[in-house]
């Protein structure tokens, strides 16, 4: 548990929890809480905002498809004043949107259901990319990513017409 907490200074005990589970740790949730706190555990408070030193490296471009999907919500609202959210993803090599996904409310859960439902359809993409959204950095997609083995990058969304 110390190793986990110290490689992922951002986990809490119900990450942590989650991750020794998915290794094969047979842990109750309340146990792991009372030795998070017993060894004085935290999780680390945010630094300032970081600026770019220099310039990024560019995002290379996929080779084929189902490479690499983007995932990204987009909102608009009702003429009553009740707002909606689209989730759109796209398949970056082929840049053709694979589904699209309207709601007033749509929660990591419903995010890895539709993509388990496009996995179904299309096949395992190697990675997904997205912004830092909670719907996309939830504890139900942290999960999924580790059931499916796909890679999820965050923070670093591009979209390229």
Known sequence: MKSVAAER???GYRRIHVIL??????????????????????V?????RKRALGTRRPMLLPDRANQR?????VSDAFTDGRRFRVLAII???SRECLTLVADTSLSGLRVTRELDQLVCQRGKPTTIVSDNG???TSMAVLKWCQETGVEW???????QL
């Open 134 to 136: 909670t719907e996309l």
């Open 153 to 159: 990058l965050r923070g670093i969304i591009q979209w």
């Open 91 to 93: 398949d970056d090599f």
């Open 69 to 73: 999907w983007s995932l990204d919500f």
């Open 44 to 48: 680390r408070k945010r630094g300032g």
């Open 21 to 42: 589970k998915h290794q094969g740790w047979q842990v109750n949730h309340k146990k792991i809480r009372r030795l998070y706190r017993e060894e004085k555990l935290q």
């Open 9 to 11: 200074r951002r986990f």
